[in-house]
């Protein structure tokens, strides 16, 4: 078994081959040689019912592992009754998608970090708890809830902050974007030293088995001293992080993670290139 590489979304290449549609997305990305999609649910869960399953039916027809990304409007960490309800709504309904469409895991971006970061991690995770009871009220258990590491000081999403999250149940698990870890660290993921760091704390949070099909989301990204600004391409030139001593250690440590591709309009042109450099990792051991 080998990493899953795929999209968050649909890029400009996919636009530009004449395709509209996202159920034409998994045999799209099969074409490519990717295997993962994660789709965009970021300004709201708009997709039907029908409209999910046919998704999910695609996707296993292509052998693509679907995952969806929440609404950016959660945020599980606020204080205010009306606006946690409607959090919890969103994230409720993105887990109703996805287990229409047969995906396994829902990425959400966790909240605010506003006052104090130890009361609003608390908050989140009283309120991620009892979002998830009604979700297993529901049937919804089986789908994997993850929060996302994020890019700004101003987020509650530090690597620590995600790994805590982690504790409120069995089912949620982390999804760590490396762009927004290099943009929080002042651009510290270039070496094995620093993404080991990373990996081994994960390992010691949530397991060698959440660690080896961890959920990644990958692409160069511009920061400032407050963090993540944007992210970009590979096609621009000097913005990290760097993939190869990444795909290096995945492949040292015999993980099979799946990792989306979140660049600028090229996710697709880049997530090839960065399973090429997994692949090129893969056979460098095995000679």
């Not at 309904?93 to 895991?105: F, I, N, Q």
């Not at 708890?129 to 929060?147: I, K, Y």
């Not at 089912?171 to 290099?182: K, L, Q, T, Y």
Request: hydrophobic residues 40%; neutral net charge; proline residues 4%.
């Amino acid at each position: 078994m080998e990493a899953r590489f795929g999209t968050a979304g649909n890029g400009d290449a996919f636009y530009g081959a004449g395709h509209k549609s996202s159920l034409e997305a998994p045999a799209w990305l099969r074409g490519l040689g990717l295997a993962a999609y994660e789709y965009q649910c970021v300004r709201g869960v708009n997709i039907s019912e029908r409209t999910a399953r046919a998704l999910g039916e695609r996707a296993v027809e292509n052998d693509i592992a679907l995952s969806i990304h929440a609404p950016y409007y959660i945020n599980l960490a606020g204080e205010d009754p009306v606006l946690l309800a409607k959090s919890k709504n969103h994230l409720l309904k993105s887990l109703r998608a996805a287990h229409w469409m047969g995906a396994t895991r829902v990425v959400f971006h966790p909240g605010s970090a506003k006052g104090s970061r130890e009361g609003a991690l608390r908050r989140a995770q009283a309120v991620l708890g009892a979002t998830l009871d009604e979700a297993a009220r529901e049937g919804l258990e089986g789908v994997w809830v993850l929060p996302e590491t994020l890019g700004r000081y101003s987020y509650l999403g530090l690597l620590d902050e995600v790994l805590e999250l982690c504790r409120v149940a069995p089912n949620v698990v982390p999804c760590v974007d490396f762009g927004h870890v290099h943009a929080i660290t002042g651009g510290l993921m270039t070496d094995r030293e620093a993404y080991a760091a990373v990996l081994d704390r994960v390992e010691a949070a949530v397991g060698k088995d959440v660690l080896r099909t961890l959920h990644i989301h990958f692409s160069p990204v511009e920061f400032t001293e407050k963090g993540e600004r944007r992210h970009r391409t590979l096609a621009d030139a000097g913005f990290g992080p760097h993939f190869r001593p990444l795909a290096e250690l995945m492949v040292e440590r015999k993980l099979t993670p799946t990792i989306i591709c979140e660049s600028n309009g090229t996710q697709s042109e880049d997530a090839c290139a960065y399973r090429d450099i997994y692949r090129e990792a893969l056979r460098r051991q095995r000679m």
